[in-house]
């Protein structure tokens, strides 16, 4: 039976009260300012954009956003000002509710009627926009009023924190101004990679707006039409790249959408690389598109592209020896390290179509700046593909050694300067969809008998046109309304969902907090930065009736709290029995926010002080959960947990496996990977009955010692949950951090009770998914909670052959209910061409998506089998690819040379950094090793490649190099020989920054970057110097661009934190592998072997 206890009073059973440790702070409030304080003034919430008040131009000639533009007709309000990628913004003002009024899919008076086949001469995009300066007006996240940034740690546009943990922000750190771009001189002469051609200078049209999480109206429509309307009164000026210079060849004709159009050269993207300084080989050309009767007209091609060349190169040769680039000498072990691939980013945002001329356009890196306009295909950002051209049998794909693949990311941040979803309502009818196979209307699907009759694109059944949404078609084939209809003229589109796709109401958003009291929490402080950082988040959630909280504790038993207005304080009802689970009270456990703030505020205030002298070492993990889970049964939610032991006692309790978690013996290397499995089935079954209630958990491990996370991640990943891991926990450094991710995770774009399914066209089918949900049946995907940082492998297989020449299509659909209570069907499509052509196949690969599939495929395999097995098959995965385009598309004769395709010339250099990564090596600990690949199974595209091979920038020269126009100074190449001794270093992952300082640095470098006159004196305070002032800048960059707060950490040579930086210089020779040269080498050889065998 449940005894209830006032907060303020002893437990039973406890001791007699002592002092509290000497490094327990109770609701950490102070402002730590040092580097070992997580540099706290470096403003991780500062607004999504530059770092300086000061406004930086816009980059394409155009001026910032307004600050006060009203909302375009038939878009659902302002969104909140997420930059893409975004730092973890703030939590932006939520109104009580959403905004009222039907949803309609009118297209906003900047989308210009018509999927341009070619730009009118001279006319600007009208979507090209920097981000508002950080100290402008920031909209609400649905349509509320703006609200003033807020100085200190806590959120850009929101309302302030109770207590913020940080200082207020440095006053004026300098960005500089973009530098102007220019054009390509000719269009013989490949411009700079990543720098676009120039926009005229427009005005930005008044009604656009920034994207972020989508703000649709909801309750009861009253009476809309039963499909939406088309048309409106609103002037759309046609939008279309601007003038270009026309490509040399012969002119081609755009073709009406739905006739296939041949096949043709697909338009590279422009690289966020150097110019390649290797020989390049000419190769096989594909032949362009014949042309159509009509008047001449330059196809429409990629803004930042010069034109492709009749028979453009799309082959990197490397040299075996130093001297002139081409000229191969004796003996493949000469390769210049000078002369190999390396990434060297661009810093120019570049302007993105997904569809031109009816074709669909190479997207740019998933780790460069782009801005899209979806002109018929999805933003690379929701689905992106291996391959950008589909082969037409599965022996043509065999041959290429390359994986076909979707990585999709559906509620993905847009950049603020996209234009938002558009929102459709077919009223009770629901959207159009094909009888037979159940895709969603799409601007694929080819109306047919004046319009009465849609031939559908992915199995090409024919089905009758409602009457209602009938509409006639043009000389072109297409519908009138085509242009005017979100859903048939755009890849990414998000309908409301009608009573069928509903098994019950739509869920109310349940926030569960469930927080370790044990004497190991409580004495290291993560009793009192958890409570403290749930205190400070409150605030953030969403407002209204609808939003229902609650707390629970635990140690060896479980501690539930009466958060009841009528009570005077909250009331602690302790449940001992952890065996046999129960929850009291189960009404009053979960209560409407509104009605118990309060409470809840002085409720987290106190429980660090009832638990200061708590000497229960025991962790009743796994009852709490499920006890935490039979109070949310009823509504679902997210089950937010604050975990610092290995659970010990009752259901689901673990032993200390490869005792204290240490690293793995040499003796038991076989059967090491063994111990990344979990312990038993118990916390699987468990997880399962959570999905099945529509409970997300999300899991904080804020921890000393080993908790066996290999176990207990089982629950997150199977009910689209995170895992955060603090290791080592300190109370100094970790409390920022904590507070940064639990707000990003309560803010972020985000839907609960979400099912997703990926439809393919006939010929292809869905062979397997990975990611973080619940699997029950073959075709779907259950996802109790998905945010717009999950990301999803699907990776495909042949079962027909597809026909050459035509379009292959993948449509994402996922169904979820908004933080509001609406339900929601967001569909993404993405439609490719099929080829026979083996060099069409290595000319559209997409690197980033193939790394990404690599990683994620290791990161699955790790668990099950031997690390030297999973590190061979990875290397094999790249040489293959290699072996088949070295075999059957390269000219070269020479067997001295190194043969790379242009798209995947960086893939051996990221192949290696992978199988010398943390989840490949076997010198790290368990824990961390298993954190590593539960990161991996839902890490996006962007983050990828840099968790493998990061960036590493120097700072001690910072100020030299105000001339750059990106914040971020150029990347220096993971090698020691790159790393002076005078010198000081960032490198950073998306989730470590590391600060290396060298031994011989000079004394006035460290004092004007750290204010102190030496290493052993730091951290200190942010100081009034320029080179100061740049290094926060840097950080505060990457940060935005890594939606993390990074915390930082100091490494020195000689002790353990300086070997931890050099392990991540992956071009050098080590005991876990080859160096970057040895390792083309190995390549070089292998494919050698196989080409003589």
Sequence with gaps: ???????????????????????????????????????????????????????????????????????????????????????????????????????????????????????????????????????????????????APLSGVPPPG?????????????????????????????????????????????????????????????????????????????????????????????????????????????QPPTSPFAAPSWQMQSQQQVAPPPPVPGPSQVPPRMYSMSPPLPNQSMTTTISPAVGQTGAPLVGPSKIDPNQIPRPSPGSSVILH???????????????????????????????????????????????????????????????????????????????????????????????????????????????????????????????????????????????VATKEFMVREPMPAVYFFLIDVSMNAVQTGATAAACSAINQVISDLPEGPRTLVGVATFDSTIHFYNLKRALQQPLMLIVPDVHDVYTPLQTDVIVPLSECRQHLELLLESIPTMFQNNRTSESAFGAAIKAAFLAMKSTGGKLLVFQSVLPSVGICALSAREAEGRTNMSAGEKEAHKLLQPADKAFKELAVEFAEYQVCVDLFVTTQTY????????????????????????????????????????????????????????????????????????????????????????????????????????????????????????????????????????????????????LKQAASEIPSKPLPLVREQVTNLCINALYSYRKFCATVSSSGQLILPEALKLLPLYTLALTKSTGLRTDGKIDERSFWINYVSSLSCPLAIPLVYPRMVAIHDLDSKESEESVIPSFLPLSSEHISEEGIYLLENGYDCLIYVGEAVSPETVRRLFGVASVDEIPTLQHDNPLSKRLNEVVNEIRRQRCSYLRLKLCRKGDQSGMLFYSYMVEDKSAGGYSYVEFLIHVHRQIQNKMTS
């Design 1 to 147: 039976m449940a005894a209830p206890v006032p907060p303020g009073a002893p437990r039973p059973g406890s001791n007699t009260p002592q002092a509290p440790p000497p490094n327990y702070v109770p609701n950490i409030r102070g402002t730590p300012d040092g580097l070992a304080d997580n540099m706290q003034n470096l403003n991780l919430y500062r607004p999504p954009m530059t770092s300086n008040p000061v406004s930086r131009p816009p980059p394409f000639g155009q001026p910032p956003p307004f600050a006060s533009s009203a909302p375009s007709q038939g878009i659902p309000g302002p969104s909140p000002s997420f930059a893409r990628p975004g730092p973890p913004p703030g939590a932006t003002v939520r109104p009580a509710g959403p905004p009222s009024g039907p949803p309609v899919s009118t297209l906003p008076p900047n989308l210009g009627p018509g999927r341009p086949t070619g730009p009118p001469p001279g006319q600007p995009p009208a979507f090209g926009m920097r981000p508002a300066a950080p100290h402008s007006s920031f909209s609400s996240s649905l349509g509320g009023a703006p609200a």
């Design 158 to 266: 929101g309302s302030p924190p109770a207590r913020p943990l940080g200082p207020p922000p440095p006053p004026t750190l300098g960005a500089r101004p973009s530098a102007s771009l220019s054009p390509s001189p000719s269009p013989f002469t490949s411009p700079p990679m990543s720098a676009p051609p120039p926009v005229p200078q427009t005005g930005v049209p008044s009604n656009l707006m920034s994207n972020g999480p989508p703000a649709f109206s909801g309750g009861t429509l009253p009476g809309p039409p039963r499909f939406p309307p088309v048309g409106g009164s609103m002037p759309q000026p046609p939008l279309g790249p601007p003038t270009m210079r026309t490509p040399p060849g012969p002119v081609a004709q755009p073709q009406p959408p739905y006739p296939m159009a041949s096949q043709g050269i697909m």
């Design 353 to 495: 179509e997904t569809r031109q001329g009816n074709q669909a356009t190479i997207p740019p890196p998933a780790t460069s700046d782009y801005i899209v306009r979806d002109t018929g295909n999805c933003s690379p950002r929701y689905m992106r593909c291996t391959i950008n051209q589909i082969p037409f049998t599965a022996d043509l794909l065999g041959t290429s050694g390359m994986q076909l693949a979707v990585i999709v990311q559906p509620l993905a941040l847009p950049h603020p300067s996209e234009e938002p979803i558009q929102v459709v309502d077919f009223g009770e009818s629901g959207p159009v969809r094909c009888s037979r196979c159940k895709a969603y209307i799409n601007p694929f699907m080819k109306f047919v008998d004046q319009g009465r009759r849609f031939i559908c694109n992915l199995c090409g059944f024919s089905d009758e046109t409602p009457r209602d949404y009938h509409c006639n078609l043009g000389p072109d084939g297409r519908r009138r309304d085509a242009d005017e209809r979100a859903e048939l003229c755009r890849g990414t589109v998000e309908f």
């Design 707 to 854: 908790v066996d996370i290999a176990s207990i991640s089982v629950i997150p990943r199977t009910t689209g949950g995170q895992v955060y891991y603090y290791y080592p926990f300190s109370a100094l450094s970790d409390p920022a951090k904590l507070f940064n991710d639990l707000r990003w995770n309560i803010t972020r774009p985000q839907g609960f009770e979400a099912v997703m399914r990926v439809r393919c066209s006939q010929g292809i089918q869905v062979q397997e998914y990975y990611g973080n949900f619940c699997k029950r049946i073959p075709t779907d995907v259950d996802l109790p909670g998905i945010d717009c940082d999950k990301t999803f492998m699907v990776t495909l297989k042949h079962d027909d052959k597809l026909q050459d020449g035509s379009e292959c299509t993948f449509q994402c659909a996922l169904l979820y209910t908004t933080v509001y209570g609406q339900r929601r069907i967001r569909v993404i499509t993405l439609s490719l061409p099929v080829t026979s052509m083996l060099s069409n196949l290595f000319r559209a690969a997409d690197l980033d998506t193939q790394f990404c599939c690599f």
